[in-house]
């Protein structure tokens, strides 16, 4: 079979994780989470006692850091030279952070090279926000996976219920509209729905609808008979 790339890209709290990563595996193709990438090197930044806000600072780190996906399992976890950092980077610090570094262009280009370069050796569903825009404009099926502000700070904030986490609704809600604007309106590759994305909006639906309308969409394009 040849590489099939599927690009799913959208606003955080979506669904984009759990469901991307359900749609890889009833393809049999590995799942992408490329968020988890700007994630590691936000968490860097801040491990060196740098500003995260600074690009600047965060440039900097860039000479040194090391970090790579590997897939363990069929499962992606994240490394910052030989520690996996997969855990660490799931931190409430570690979100802001990374919306940071992903405004800074050199941290999106140093970036670049590794992302096209597992999606070429690769079939994979990638999710992020440029995917289907600017790293993978060549993927043979692209989503826009979405849902209204309210209903993403709600599942958000019960899954960091869940994991015994204190925020409030109303912190966490105001924290998606902060990255919502700061993913949507910077300079270098913004959120953004690429032209030739079909658009899924999951406000109305279940994770089992939303998941199932993915599916849907690939299917319907016939590259997995
Ligand atoms: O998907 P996530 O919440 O783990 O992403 C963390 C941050 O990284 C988010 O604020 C946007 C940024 N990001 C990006 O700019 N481009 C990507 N392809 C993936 C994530």
Request: hydrophobic fraction near 40%; proline fraction near 2%.
């Amino acid at each position: 079979m040849n590489v099939i790339n599927i690009a799913i890209d959208g606003p955080s709290g979506a669904g984009k994780s759990t469901i991307a990563k359900r749609a890889a595996s009833r393809f049999g193709i590995i799942y992408v989470d490329t968020g988890a990438l700007y994630r590691a090197i936000g968490v860097n930044v801040l491990r060196q006692g740098l500003d995260t806000a600074d690009p600047a600072q965060v440039e900097e780190t860039l000479k040194t850091v090391e970090i790579s996906l590997r897939f363990i399992g069929g499962e992606q976890r994240v490394f910052l030279r030989d520690e996996d950092v997969s855990e660490a980077i799931r931190r409430h610090e570690a979100s802001m952070a990374a919306s940071n570094v992903s405004a800074v262009p050199a941290v999106r280009e140093f970036l670049f090279g590794l992302q096209k370069d597992i999606a070429r050796k690769n079939s994979c569903v990638m999710d992020g926000r440029d995917i289907g825009t600017v790293v993978l404009p060549d993927a043979q099926i692209k989503i826009f996976l979405t849902a209204s502000a309210e209903v993403r700070a709600k599942r958000r904030f019960d899954e960091l219920r869940a994991k015994g986490s204190s925020e409030t609704y109303g912190e966490v809600l105001e924290d998606m509209i902060k990255r919502d604007y700061n993913d949507s309106n910077r300079a270098v590759a913004p959120l953004r729905q690429a032209d030739d994305a079909v658009l899924i909006d999951t406000t109305g639906l279940t994770l089992e609808q939303s998941v199932q309308a993915v599916i849907d969409v690939i299917e319907g394009r016939k590259y997995f008979l």
